[in-house]
Each structure stands twice: as C-alpha cells, then as structure tokens.
C-alpha cells in the first residue's frame, strides 16, 4: 500500500501532470521542457528525475541531446492501466486556461524544430541541412541591396537577417532593454550594417521617402492604431518602396493579452489587406505564412507596393 501511495503522491502535482500531458504528444529534450511549461529549468529537471525514477519517464540521448519520452509499460504493470485514465483526463482540461498555454507553446517549439529540420522517412530522423533559415538566407542573395527598416524589431534577430543583403538596417523598438539585447546580437554576429533607434510604431525616427522595405513582423498586434502604425511605414517609403507584414491570424487565445501585451488577437486577411491599401499602398498581397494542424495561431504575410 505503501507503495501505491508513493505511485499516487508522484501524480498529485499539478506541474508533473503538465510534463506527462506534453510528453503524451513527442518526445522532447529539457530546454524545450523548459520553454513549453514556462518554469525553471531547475524545477522542470527535478520533476523529470522523480518521473524518471518512478517509472514513467525514459532518457535517450541523440545528437548531443538529451530527450525525455514516456515509458510504454506492459500490460501486466500496473501504471499502464493508468495511461488511459491520464488521457482522458487531459482531453477533459484542454479547454483549461495553463494547458493552452502549454499547448500553443508545444506548438512553436514544433515549428522551429520543422524549420531547422525536415524529416526523412522516420520521422525521429532528422536530416542535417535541410533547414528553412537556411533557405531564407539564401533567398536573400537574389535580393537587391535596399535600405531595410525593422519596425518593432525586439531582440533584432530579423534585422540580423536582413542586414546579410540589405546596404543598411534600421532596427527600430521602443524599449531601451531590448535594444540593448539587439546591440549584443549584432555584435556576436560581428554586423556593422545596422543602425539601431529608439521610437514608437505610431511615430517612427525616420524621415519620409527614405527606405526601400519596411518590415511589421509581429509587432502589429502591439500597436494601438494599426491604421496608424501601417501609415506610418508607408510614410518612410521611397517610391516603389515595399511594406512587408508578418501578423497573426484571428485568434481566440486572450491568454496572450496579459502575458505577452498584445493589443489584438490578430487579424483577417480581409482587415490586413484593408489596413495596406487604407496606407495608400498598390499591389496589396496577404497570403498564409506559416500554419500546423492544432497550432491556435496562423501567420499572414501581407505586402504592398507605394506608388
């Protein structure tokens, strides 16, 4: 009894029960752990080792990785008897405010494994150098050399990007903090090529008629008058010059106004194109970006050209 009651007080933890509901889905190693629960590291390493040592979690280590995956007990065991209560318990929750979060967050960490690597046959076999940035950077050699304005850059890893085919970069946030972190990048990375401002979507640092592509990419969502934000990157365009726009799709995960600050849950590809041709822009496309069965969020790419 002593030991049923051990096998019961592992279960009785709200953090443990999240780590099992993910690891139901894939196998995943500890920093993907990590991102996906939103808790320390230390914390999702010790509930892994207690999960390990009591049955219901394996370790396999590939490619310098150390994945974590469930334990398939035989059907004599008593633990497999209790894998289909677990599940039919977490389709109970999903609806549950914590296990979207954890859901929309499994989600990305599956997308930036798709973009890195595709998958060959089995799909656990990764193929090293088939990967999507590095497809992206390579498309950047057809491109012209143009003066390039990230509206909204955030921790600059887009405007680092770019800098590798525009002439020039103009990362522009309005946070001092974040800024400072996309200094830091663009020095590991050894860029020269970018200016970094200090300004908000509404009222950019920038002269009119001076760069050939701006770029809105997730950061549109932030803004508290997108027609605004959308009039102002048109305003800083060259004639000829393109808007780039990488947004959400229309939502219902509310959870991300509180935790992330955005001001809308995304937008229709109806509003999108309106809020570039509203910008005086021609040539307007919206098209889906990027979009995984299950994942809440789409992505929409819109453009426009200034006449």
């Given at each position: 009894?002593?030991?049923?009651?051990?096998?019961?007080?592992?279960?009785?933890?709200?953090?443990?029960?999240?780590?099992?509901?993910?690891?139901?889905?894939?196998?995943?190693?500890?920093?993907?752990?990590?991102?996906?629960?939103?808790?320390?590291?230390?914390?999702?390493?010790?509930?892994?080792?207690?999960?390990?040592?009591?049955?219901?979690?394996?370790?396999?280590?590939?490619?310098?990785?150390?994945?974590?995956?469930?334990?398939?007990?035989?059907?004599?065991?008593?633990?497999?008897?209790?894998?289909?209560?677990?599940?039919?318990?977490?389709?109970?929750?999903?609806?549950?405010?914590?296990?979207?979060?954890?859901?929309?967050?499994?989600?990305?960490?599956?997308?930036?494994?798709?973009?890195?690597?595709?998958?060959?046959?089995?799909?656990?076999?990764?193929?090293?150098?088939?990967?999507?940035?590095?497809?992206?950077?390579?498309?950047?050699?057809?491109?012209?050399?143009?003066?390039?304005?990230?509206?909204?850059?955030?921790?600059?890893?887009?405007?680092?990007?770019?800098?590798?085919?525009?002439?020039?970069?103009?990362?522009?946030?309005?946070?001092?903090?974040?800024?400072?972190?996309?200094?830091?990048?663009?020095?590991?990375?050894?860029?020269?090529?970018?200016?970094?401002?200090?300004?908000?979507?509404?009222?950019?640092?920038?002269?009119?008629?001076?760069?050939?592509?701006?770029?809105?990419?997730q950061s549109l969502h932030h803004a508290s008058d997108p027609e605004r934000a959308a009039a102002e990157a048109a305003r800083i365009l060259r004639p000829r010059g393109r808007l780039l726009i990488l947004d959400l799709k229309t939502h219902t995960?509310?959870?991300?106004?509180?935790?992330?600050?955005?001001?809308?849950?995304?937008?229709?590809?109806?509003?999108?194109?309106?809020?570039?041709?509203?910008?005086?822009?021609?040539?307007?496309?919206?098209?889906?970006?990027?979009?995984?069965?299950?994942?809440?969020?789409?992505?929409l790419i819109a453009s426009g050209t200034k006449p």
């Amino acid at each position: 009894m002593e030991r049923t009651a051990s096998l019961f007080r592992l279960l009785a933890d709200p953090a443990r029960l999240r780590l099992l509901r993910v690891l139901a889905r894939d196998r995943f190693n500890g920093s993907e752990l990590t991102k996906i629960l939103g808790l320390a590291q230390s914390g999702v390493s010790r509930h892994l080792g207690l999960l390990r040592r009591g049955g219901f979690v394996a370790e396999e280590r590939e490619g310098g990785f150390l994945y974590y995956r469930l334990v398939e007990h035989p059907p004599a065991d008593p633990r497999a008897g209790l894998r289909p209560l677990l599940d039919a318990e977490f389709d109970a929750v999903s609806r549950d405010r914590q296990v979207r979060q954890d859901e929309a967050r499994l989600q990305e960490v599956l997308r930036l494994r798709k973009e890195s690597f595709d998958a060959h046959g089995d799909t656990r076999q990764l193929v090293p150098g088939r990967s999507w940035a590095a497809w992206a950077r390579a498309l950047g050699h057809l491109l012209p050399a143009t003066a390039v304005a990230d509206i909204g850059c955030g921790e600059g890893y887009l405007a680092v990007e770019a800098a590798a085919w525009a002439s020039h970069v103009v990362g522009i946030d309005r946070s001092d903090d974040v800024l400072e972190r996309a200094k830091g990048l663009a020095e590991r990375r050894r860029v020269t090529n970018i200016e970094w401002k200090k300004g908000d979507l509404m009222r950019l640092p920038l002269r009119d008629a001076t760069i050939d592509v701006a770029m809105l990419s997730q950061s549109l969502h932030h803004a508290s008058d997108p027609e605004r934000a959308a009039a102002e990157a048109a305003r800083i365009l060259r004639p000829r010059g393109r808007l780039l726009i990488l947004d959400l799709k229309t939502h219902t995960e509310a959870w991300v106004r509180p935790r992330f600050g955005d001001r809308h849950l995304g937008f229709s590809q109806f509003a999108l194109e309106n809020l570039v041709r509203g910008a005086g822009l021609t040539d307007v496309r919206v098209t889906t970006g990027a979009h995984r069965p299950g994942d809440p969020f789409t992505v929409l790419i819109a453009s426009g050209t200034k006449p």
